[in-house]
């Protein structure tokens, strides 16, 4: 069993900053790759960004130059630091997790966060 445990959203005024924090709990050997992705109302699931157990990240357009993306390997931990908020980003903020558990077997898992609000007012 694995649980994704986020925190850190909230409302800022634009311009303003926030950082999203993501744990994967549970039963987690390893890690091939976490993200953000984010839901607006009345519309689809869209990535934010993502990083790689290696390093590696990706950015949406929309965020690149705004919002970065660390991990943190030892703790299982994937931030979002987002600065320059805009009255666009305000969204649901999910986190995803690519995950290989050993217990009760081996096997890799796709889970994903219960979401936490960012709301940017003008």
């Known amino acids: 069993q694995v649980q994704l445990l986020e925190s850190g959203g909230g409302l800022v005024q634009a311009g303003g900053s926030l950082k999203l924090s993501c744990a994967a709990l549970g039963n987690v050997f390893s890690i091939n790759v976490m993200g953000w992705y984010r839901q607006a109302p009345g519309k689809q699931r869209e990535l934010v960004a993502t990083i790689f157990s290696g390093s590696s990240t990706n950015y949406a357009d929309s965020v690149k130059g705004r919002f970065t993306i660390s991990m943190d390997n030892a703790e299982n931990t994937v931030y979002l630091q987002m600065n320059g908020l805009k009255p666009g980003d305000t969204a649901v903020y999910y986190c995803?997790?690519?995950?290989?558990?050993?217990?009760?077997?081996?096997?890799?898992?796709?889970?994903w966060g219960q979401g936490t609000q960012v709301t940017v007012s003008s």
């Open positions: 995803h997790a690519d995950v290989l558990s050993l217990i009760p077997e081996r096997r890799w898992g796709d889970y």
